[in-house]
């Protein structure tokens, strides 16, 4: 495979992908309703696909694929990249959250965007971004070293702010994974800190993380006993929120290193993932060095 990105200016690439992403959300959004019923397929990850799930990948690789300069396409819901040419590499979690659907609660669309051939690690990560699909549909894109919101009308980018910073007072706190399955320096944490913060986790990652991105906090999904790596996938998950996050002045870990220093091998490979105010990270890598 040549390199993904020869004689492509990326900042355009970059903008025809998030241009793309904008313009595709409103049908994705509008997709849902017919679509609440679980296939009878798994994804890669061995997860129930929802229909929901197939389509707005469908819709995705179809859209972002077709953009000149964009050489691969992968997904959680595809067990391997799909060619596309030359150019960059998309990486999805075309519906996050879709077991939300059901209870018709938040979930949204988390797109990587990697210099290279994938499985690529945070050092090949060019830009990150998520589509949140709640009572207003936003969209947040991580370049540069910084982070942007946006609200998207008819698929148009409305940017309400140029400079998300996460704020310094933490707020709030969500966490994966049932409680008996925590390891004991995970679960030491959430005792220490159940009193100073108001939990809020809803099961989608793209509106916990938008959680803390608004109120300051940490969302984790933790190494658990009965899955060291966790839940979450390094490529379509961990490293793009990871860069979302450190983008407005968070941090992020796998329970002892920043996830975009990582090491990918395996494109579904999965990691535990930490992301929020620095003071708050410090102290859960502190209680996981303990066990
Ligand atoms: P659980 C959704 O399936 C997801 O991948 C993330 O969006 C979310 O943070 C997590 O899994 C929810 O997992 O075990 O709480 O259902």
């Known amino acids: 495979m040549s390199s993904p990105t020869a004689d492509h200016d990326s900042a355009e690439v970059l903008d025809d992908i998030f241009e793309t992403l904008a313009e595709l959300a ?10 609440r019923t679980k296939s009878d397929e798994v994804n890669p990850s061995g997860e129930t696909r929802m229909e929901a799930d197939a389509y707005a990948d469908e819709l995705l ?3 972002l694929g077709g953009i000149d300069g964009v050489g691969w396409y992968a997904s959680e819901e595809q067990a391997e990249p799909i060619d596309h040419g030359e150019g960059v590499s998309v990486a999805l979690d075309p519906l996050d959250g879709s077991s939300n659907l059901k209870p018709n609660s938040p979930m949204g ?6 210099d290279g051939e994938l499985p690529a690690g945070g050092d090949d990560l060019l830009a990150a971004g998520f589509v949140l699909f709640g009572p207003i549909l936003t969209m947040v894109v991580a370049r540069d070293g910084r982070l942007t919101e946006s609200v998207v009308e008819n698929g148009e980018i409305d940017v309400i702010d140029d400079d998300v910073t996460i704020p310094e007072e933490p707020t709030v706190y969500g966490m994966g994974g049932r409680v008996p399955d925590w390891t004991e320096g995970f679960a030491a944490f959430i005792d220490e800190i159940e009193d100073e913060y108001k939990l809020r986790y809803g099961g989608s990652m793209v509106a916990d993380v938008n ?16 899955a060291p790596n ?10 793009p929120m990871a860069y979302i996050i450190e983008c407005a002045g968070g941090v992020s870990s796998d329970g002892t290193q920043s996830i975009l220093d990582v090491e990918a091998t395996d494109l579904h490979q999965r990691v535990p993932v930490h992301l929020g105010n620095e003071e708050l990270i410090d102290r859960v890598e502190a209680h996981l060095a303990d066990e």
């Open 230 to 239: 966790g839940k979450l996938r390094l490529a379509f998950e961990g490293i």
């Open 26 to 35: 409103p049908e994705i959004r509008d997709s849902l309703p017919g679509r």
């Open 109 to 114: 669309t988390i797109i990587a965007v990697y």
């Open 61 to 63: 690789e179809e859209a």
């Open 211 to 226: 959680q803390v991105l608004t109120y300051g906090g940490i969302f984790s999904y933790p190494a658990l006993q009965s």
